[in-house]
């Protein structure tokens, strides 16, 4: 069987790749120009390009704070998936008792939509008294399965022997997992960063929910204030989601390369 060239798979990647930036392109466009987006014919070239919806954005409405809460809640958030994924990742490599049990428990429950956990985990914040505060905006998002599972698949990547001989030093476990197994295992970490940045990033029903101050709005609140708000906001709206975006964007072509040897890490085994 002939093999397909790779230049013209190339080329097929930078043409799917160009209509996918169409979009993107179009935002950035209008965030600079604030152009009526339904004109005939559309104009591919911005007319006298200017950023002061940009300085729109950021002096109408509280942007910085904002920004910072979520900065401060994504952080948290990252940090807290690190140390409890992580962990639960390691636990999940040792053989014990009842482990498929759990492993079928975890698959189950990424099928449970936030949806239907919201009230209970309302109820739980009001309890600790969270509501209206960074670490409650932070707790439904301080672990996911699939994170877990990434660390799992990467963990079970390094030679048991390095565990082995931690363990005949008297390393205790906890150790090993934050002086072995994390340093060896940079795509697990990376594909938490980014998946943790962002789902946190965009969320916008939990922060709904518990926060009633608009100092501690976040981005997406801080979007649906822009737009209650203000009229005739077209390009000062593009400009908002360019400068949400750009974070997002940022964070995930600094760890792409890790990321995706995170995802297919032990996708090639036996």
Not at 45 to 54: E, G, I
Not at 84 to 96: E, K, P, S, V, W
Request: net charge positive; glycine share 4%.
């Amino acid at each position: 069987m002939q093999r397909v060239p790779r230049w013209s798979i190339h080329l097929a990647l930078v043409v799917i790749c160009f209509f996918m930036l169409i979009p993107f392109y179009w935002v950035l466009k209008t965030s600079v120009a604030g152009e009526n987006i339904f004109a005939y014919p559309p104009s591919l070239v911005p007319k006298d390009p200017h950023p002061f919806y940009f300085i729109d954005v950021w002096y109408d409405i509280p942007f910085a704070r904002f920004f910072l809460n979520s900065v401060v809640v994504v952080t948290i958030v990252i940090v807290l998936n690190l140390v409890f994924n992580a962990m639960a990742g390691y636990a999940l490599t040792r053989d014990f008792a009842g482990k498929k049990a759990i492993l079928f428990v975890l698959l189950s429950c990424m099928m449970i939509p936030f949806q239907a956990t919201i009230i209970p985990a309302y109820l739980i914040t009001a309890k600790m008294g969270l509501l209206n505060t960074y670490l409650g905006l932070a707790l439904p998002e301080v672990s996911h399965i699939i994170c877990i599972l990434v660390f799992k698949a990467n963990f079970e990547a390094v030679p048991k022997s390095l565990v082995e001989a931690a363990r005949i030093d008297g390393v205790p476990e906890w150790k090993i997992v934050y002086k072995i197994m994390l340093p060896l295992s940079k795509p697990a970490i990376a594909t938490n960063i980014v998946f943790s940045f962002v789902w946190t990033w965009n969320h916008f029903l939990w922060p709904l929910i518990i926060i009633s101050d608009q100092d501690m709005q976040t981005l997406p609140l801080g979007l649906s204030y822009f737009l209650s708000y203000f009229e005739d906001t077209t390009g000062a709206l593009y400009a908002f989601c360019v400068m949400v975006l750009a974070p997002t964007v940022f964070v995930f072509l600094m760890v792409q390369r890790q990321f995706i040897q995170g995802l297919t890490s032990g996708s090639t085994k036996g």
